[in-house]
């Protein structure tokens, strides 16, 4: 069984689209996170949630808005999507924030053009 | 702003032969964290190492921790084809969980 699965794999659309990345992990994790690794491969956080409750937000666009329906699921909606947003898009989860691994989703690559 | 810096940005090696990399910090840590992504695929936690350890090993991982100098480093030894990948440090500063992951070091083993 995969822990932490984000659907779709691959995105290809326009600019000024909207989309969204779903992200599940039946791990019984609290705190799920979204990160982005851009063509240089550096990765950085962009939200996390602890039991439903964000808890980080970093300097993202307005554009990008987490939604966590239950502690299981962590979705990402982009809006208007710009040339910029293209990068890989990673869920991932832990047992306990702060102290514990974070287990990864295999990414899903974003490519607007 | 990036917390972790690796060194090196990559490194050629033939099986066998042991992988060093090294991870620098700034700030003050809860713990350490290394991960293993492979080509095209997400990231793999490899070894977790608090505050107050120095030391940790598994499998053919070693991984230190000097607090004073703000740096860890990761050994591979007996390194095969398999391993390679890039390897990542993550520092973990608050209660939060929040990873700030350096460059990256890009391992590629050679048969």
Not at chain 1, 58 to 67: G, I, Q
Not at chain 1, 72 to 96: P, T
Not at chain 2, 10 to 39: F, V
Request: aromatic share 8%.
């Amino acid at each position: 069984d995969t822990a932490v699965s984000q659907t779709p794999k691959y995105l290809v659309t326009q600019m000024g689209n909207d989309k969204s990345i779903k992200c599940e992990q039946n791990l019984g994790h609290d705190t799920m996170y979204w990160y982005k690794q851009d063509s240089k491969k550096f990765l950085k956080i962009m939200f996390s949630y602890n039991n439903k409750e964000l808890i980080i937000n970093e300097t993202v666009p307005n554009r990008f808005s987490p939604k966590s329906p239950d502690k299981a699921h962590l979705n990402l909606h982009i809006n208007s999507l710009e040339l910029g947003d293209s990068a890989v898009y990673f869920c991932a989860s832990s047992q306990v924030a702060g102290y514990t691994e974070a287990f990864f989703g295999q990414g899903t690559r974003l490519t607007v053009v | 702003s990036q917390q972790g810096e690796e060194d090196p940005q990559a490194l050629s090696i033939q099986e066998g032969e042991n992988a060093t990399m090294n991870c620098s910090y700034k700030t003050s840590i809860n713990n350490l964290q290394w991960y293993r992504q492979n080509s095209g695929r997400g990231l793999v936690h490899l070894i977790l190492i608090r505050s107050n350890e120095r030391e940790k090993h598994s499998g053919r991982l070693r991984v230190t921790l000097d607090t004073s100098k703000k740096s860890s480093s990761l050994l591979i030894t007996a390194s095969r084809a398999a391993d390679t990948a890039s390897y990542f440090c993550a520092t973990d500063a608050d209660s939060w969980g929040k990873l700030q992951f350096g460059a990256g070091t890009q391992v590629v083993v050679t048969p």
